[in-house]
């Protein structure tokens, strides 16, 4: 039964070009190189922003925490696994991004998931960007609660879901033996706005202060994970929320891009922090990270907020610039540049086939740039990501741009 099933869906993805495979990466990959089964590439792929994943000091503290701690943390939070480097890690972030506390969790999948479940309940309703990360829109659809999704960052779409909402709330109140179709009174309600602070697969920003104006009117509570803007936006890299001004109710931070590390934590109020210490479940019942990790990431943060760090971001934006440049002088519109101030530069080839074979031409000369396909982003628009970091050079962005006029000519 299983095996007839699983066949059907493989040839289908194989039929659709959508096959996925996980290249072998090999030794000495840096955030803009990398090899391949013994071939070399210029990495532009990478989410290691700032060049963290291989920063010396990094490498240091990854290895005198295993000196001092051991490599793994032994146990769940709750039991054995709070390590002491993990407390000064959270009270770090905490400080850092300007909460009350910080969760860490194992990755930015889990942390998602951990909030929306533990918040939503019966009656409550997620209202998210539907260009949100798999890991929001998957909790989000498997919770209890009713998804509704606005208009890739359209605050007017927002708020006519919030305000149909707040309408049908109306009725119960005036009749309070009527009760809504699923059986719960909406008054009381939880109303969740989600939505990123950089997008991740078209690296545009979130109208962040807008969004937050609308989530309050409403009486909402605002989530935005910034998995692509901490590190590298806003004063010290606090991100994108920084960069804005806001302070949304959740703030999700993930250690996998810019950290050069990984894992990630949710930035919280106390009450919510002690709510989810007790009640998280993939919290209790999950191996904290290791002491090591939480060493090498408070290295992180200290080179994310230092002078080296504002130096980081200042070529990787001189880099971004330099990159939008280039195409548009030697590709102009050839290929679809996306409008991104981001490190994320997506170029829109449209069906999976062809974003596949200007892959496929450019890893041929040395060039390594995924073509993402759907169902990651919407049918039509598959797109080779780019990512910049702070480690390429202009005679790397020339080569790239070199290549891929060569190849979009022959398109
Ligand atoms: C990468 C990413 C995540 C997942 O984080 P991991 O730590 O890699 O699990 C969540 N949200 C967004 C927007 C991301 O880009």
Same mark, same amino acid.
């Given at each position: ?6 066949? /059907? ?18 030794? /000495? ?5 990398? #090899? ?12 290691? &922003? ?6 010396? !000091? ?6 005198? =925490?295993?000196?001092? &701690? ?10 054995? =696994?709070?390590?002491?480097? @993990? ?5 770090? @972030?905490?400080?850092? +991004? ?19 479940? *533990? !918040? ?24 209890? =609660? ?11 779409? +927002?708020?006519? &879901? ?22 719960? @009174? ?16 078209? =690296?545009?920003?979130?109208? !962040? ?8 009117? &409403?009486? /909402? ?66 191996? /904290? ?7 090498? +990431?408070?290295?992180?943060?200290? @080179? ?33 540049? *996306? ?16 974003? !596949?074979?200007?892959?496929? #031409? ?50």
């Amino acid at each position: 039964m299983w095996n007839t099933r699983i066949e /059907a869906a493989l040839l289908e993805q194989k039929a659709k070009d959508r096959y996925r495979r996980r290249p072998v990466c090999q030794t /000495a990959n840096a955030s803009y190189k990398m #090899q391949v089964e013994g071939k070399s590439y210029l990495n532009f792929s990478s989410n290691d &922003y700032l060049g963290l994943a291989h920063h010396p !000091l990094m490498i240091e503290a990854a290895s005198r =925490g295993a000196k001092e &701690y051991g490599v793994g943390s032994g146990g769940s939070p709750h039991v054995t =696994g709070y390590s002491d480097p @993990l407390v000064r890690l959270e009270e770090r @972030l905490a400080s850092w +991004l300007g909460y009350d506390a910080a969760i860490v969790y194992p990755s930015g999948f889990t942390a998602n998931q951990a909030a929306i479940k *533990l !918040l939503i309940e019966k009656g409550d309703v997620m209202i998210a960007d539907r260009l949100s990360h798999a890991s929001l829109l998957e909790a989000a659809m498997f919770s209890p =609660g009713r998804l509704y999704r606005f208009k890739h960052n359209d605050p007017l779409s +927002l708020e006519s &879901y919030l305000e149909k909402e707040v309408k049908s709330n109306v009725i119960p109140s005036a009749t309070p033996s009527a009760m809504p179709p699923d059986g719960n @009174l909406h008054e009381n309600a939880g109303k969740l706005v989600i939505t990123e602070g950089i997008f991740s697969m078209d =690296g545009d920003s979130a109208p !962040l202060p807008e969004i937050a104006r609308i989530t309050q009117k &409403y009486g /909402a509570t605002l989530m935005v994970d910034d998995a692509h803007g901490v590190g590298f936006w806003g004063s010290e890299g606090r991100g994108t929320c920084d960069h804005y001004g806001i302070k949304p109710d959740i703030l999700v931070v993930t250690f996998g891009k810019a950290f050069g590390c990984s894992g990630a934590a949710l930035l919280l109020s106390k009450t919510f922090a002690e709510y989810f210490v007790q009640f998280s479940r993939p919290l209790i019942y999950s191996t /904290a990270i290791p002491p090591m990790q939480a060493e090498t +990431l408070l290295t992180a943060i200290d @080179l994310i907020a230092s002078q080296e760090g504002d130096e980081r971001r200042m070529r990787l934006a001189a880099n971004i610039r330099y990159f939008r440049e280039s195409i548009a002088h030697n590709i102009g519109d050839k290929i679809g540049l *996306l409008d991104s101030i981001s490190p994320i530069q997506p170029l829109i080839i449209g069906e999976d086939a062809a974003a !596949l074979a200007v892959s496929a #031409q450019l890893k041929d000369a040395g060039i390594w740039v995924s073509a993402i396909r759907p169902p990651t982003v919407p049918p039509h628009t598959a797109r080779l990501r780019v990512t910049i970091t702070a480690d390429h050079d202009e005679a790397m962005i020339d080569q790239f741009i070199a290549r891929l006029a060569a190849v979009s000519g022959e398109q």
